[in-house]
């Protein structure tokens, strides 16, 4: 069992509270991810648990054992750094076995376990040579190595595939995949991509400004965001937001009308709203179809034909700009109108307090 | 070589001008003029002066009797073992005394800007000035060194008086000047060091002692071979501390060679002294090229 768990931890530095009491458990064997906009504090959180950082208040437990003073060496973890930290001179064989080095381990066991490792990672023809000599691609690789030989409880990744471009990043990304499934590890992963956090984590944690927003599977924090933050910020293209008020309040649906479309009954929960309140609607930009009776009308902005699809930025008639991703190709003209529809049951209701009005 | 060979009968080489025009040339003029009158030509006229025998008005070609007299003389033997002993010892201190500072001086300690400051003071002294005070304090009976010491119930050497030890105490004190500059190349060279090294290094469980060893000191291998050279170079060409405090005595038990060629050219063996110094640049040229290409070379990593 060498789960984590945090207690309302907390860190400031001077007078500047950075993060602001997490509470979070991670089961043995999970692949935890926070994700966040830079800023939020997620780096800062992995390096507590890291030991990195100290503590503020609140407290760490790792496999059970309570480590806000314990020395990183000692933690049962090992860190992927976003800049793979890997020592220039040194050899990759010797960048791996490093710390098997320090911990005076026997020079066969040591050995043995830095071929294991690059035997794992398919980089046995990468151990003589310099870190210098190797693509950011291998680069990684090594890193994760110097991780593995470790044999840790805890996998601690920080923004590992930020520094990979595009197509290598999809490629690691199953690799990392791939080698939770094979070592059954915990892993906790920081990054600020939502796709690495939706193929990756079984369960995600959305930090904004030190507090978490929302902990769940990847699909449900897609599916039933908790609050306006997660809607906006899982989801690619963004959740188009838009201020309506309320006409009338049913036993589980709201009926909301504004400037921008007539009057429509949506799914929710509408304990403690109150007929002439002002609520946000939001809706995905996947989940507008254009119809020719559609309720809400915009003027085509700017048209981007990805083939399969079609992304067009539209502007409302209350000067909101919303994103619609349409299937296929449309061939529209700036300055078009369009009518476009949506299922009520795929709109989500916002209180007043940011909160999302799910039904029950 | 035959794809390139290709590659060029393919494409249409566009017609280099066979005459290159010589205003951009003229940029370097001004450069050269002075790089050529304060440089090229005193370099090649002392070439040409130490194969005569000069009166500052008119000279003798006298061919290698020059270089052949000073060879000849007496100390000067003892001479280049203390020029090269000077630079060992005090490129050596500066190396070992300049890291340590450095670490120190970049770790979190209070007064952290001030300390440096104070360690670099030194450096901004005039040398003449240091000899000075130094030769006052290390005075054998009334300097304030052995005055110190004496409190503490211990009878101080004679510094400079003692011709087993003058050479050593005027190579303290070039340390102490100096230390400074390389305490200075080694902070920048640590705090250019990544921090995630040292986390990383942290994590997998290494000391603060380990961490010295296996970051810290190999990474900043350049600083380290700007710090001897320097220091090294500086320690060959030594003159002015030496003679300020020793005149390379007591005897000639502290000379080296720029001391033995500034006697000579008091004395007013113009040519003499000229070919002295042919010999120290040579001096040097020798010991610091191989040293500079053994220092680079295992510098290869980046």
């Known amino acids: 069992m060498a789960g984590l768990e945090l207690k309302s931890l907390r860190k400031s530095y001077g007078n500047v509270e950075v993060i602001k009491g997490v509470d979070l458990t991670i089961e043995h064997g999970e692949f935890v991810v926070f994700v966040g906009p830079s800023g939020c504090g997620k780096s800062t959180l992995l390096r507590m648990i890291a030991g990195l950082e100290d503590i503020t208040g609140g407290e760490l437990y790792i496999a059970g054992k309570l480590c806000n003073a314990v020395e990183p060496r000692d933690r049962g973890i090992a860190m992927v750094f976003q800049s793979y930290a890997l020592y220039p001179h040194m050899t990759v064989y010797d960048n791996v076995g490093f710390g098997l080095k320090l911990a005076k381990t026997p020079k066969d066991v040591r050995d043995k376990k830095i071929r294991d490792a690059a035997r794992i990672l398919q980089m046995e023809h990468l151990l003589d040579r310099k870190p210098s000599q190797l693509s950011g691609g291998q680069r990684q690789r090594v890193a994760i190595g110097r991780a593995i030989v470790r044999q840790p409880e805890v996998f601690l990744f920080d923004e590992p595939l930020s520094n990979l471009d595009a197509a290598l990043r999809v490629d690691t990304r199953m690799e990392i995949a791939k080698l939770h499934a094979d070592l059954g590890a915990t892993m906790v992963y920081v990054t600020h991509d939502q796709v690495e956090a939706m193929t990756l984590a079984d369960k995600i944690v959305v930090l904004n400004a030190g507090v978490v927003q929302q902990v769940g599977a990847p699909i449900e924090l897609y599916q039933r965001p908790a609050n306006l933050f997660v809607a906006g910020f899982i989801g690619s293209p963004k959740m188009n937001f838009v201020s309506v008020t309320v006409e009338a309040v049913g036993a589980r649906t709201i009926t909301v009308t504004g400037k921008d479309l007539s009057s429509v009954a949506i799914p929710a929960n509408p304990t403690g709203i109150k007929p002439g309140d002002t609520v946000t609607l939001g809706v995905r930009p996947h989940a507008l179809d254009r119809n020719a009776s559609g309720t809400i009308v915009g003027q085509v902005g700017l048209v981007e034909r990805l083939g399969n699809e079609t992304i067009v930025n539209l502007k409302l008639p209350s000067e909101a700009s919303w994103l619609v991703v349409f299937d296929g190709d449309h061939d529209l003209a700036v300055g078009q109108s369009v009518a476009l529809s949506f299922a009520p049951e795929s709109a989500i209701i916002f209180g007043a307090d940011g909160m999302a009005r799910h039904p029950a | ?302």
């Open chain 2, 1 to 302: 070589m035959a794809v390139m060979t290709e590659t060029a009968a393919a494409v249409p080489v566009v017609q280099v001008p066979k005459r290159r025009s010589p205003y951009p040339a003229s940029f370097f003029l001004p450069a050269a003029v002075i790089y050529g009158v304060l440089f090229l030509l005193p370099t090649f006229a002392s070439l040409y002066f130490s194969l005569t025998r000069w009166t500052l008005f008119n000279s003798t070609f006298i061919g290698l009797d020059n270089f052949a007299q000073f060879l000849r003389e007496p100390f000067l033997i003892k001479g280049l073992i203390n020029t090269v002993l000077y630079a060992v010892i005090t490129s050596g201190l500066k190396v070992v005394l300049g890291l340590l500072l450095a670490v120190l001086l970049t770790s979190q300690i209070a007064a952290r800007g001030y300390l440096r400051s104070v360690v670099f003071f030194p450096v901004l002294v005039s040398t003449v000035g240091v000899g000075i005070t130094f030769t006052i304090l290390m005075h054998p009976t009334q300097g304030m060194i052995n005055e110190a010491l004496a409190v503490i119930g211990i009878k101080g050497p004679g510094w400079l008086v003692n011709p087993s030890l003058a050479l050593f105490s005027v190579a303290l004190v070039d340390v102490w000047k100096g230390v400074g500059l390389a305490t200075v190349i080694y902070i920048a060279g640590i705090v250019a060091i990544p921090k995630d090294y040292y986390e990383a290094a942290r994590i997998d469980g290494s000391t603060k002692w380990q961490s010295f060893l296996y970051v810290t000191l190999p990474l900043c291998r350049p600083a380290t071979v700007t710090v001897i050279l320097l220091s090294f170079i500086g320690g060959l060409r030594t003159f002015d501390l030496i003679w300020a405090m020793t005149r390379g005595g007591p005897g000639f038990a502290s000379d080296t060679v720029a001391s033995v060629i500034y006697k000579q050219y008091q004395a007013g063996f113009y040519g003499l002294s000229t070919a002295g110094n042919v010999v120290l640049f040579i001096l040097i040229a020798v010991l610091v090229v191989p040293l500079t290409m053994l220092l680079n070379r295992r510098e290869g990593h980046e």
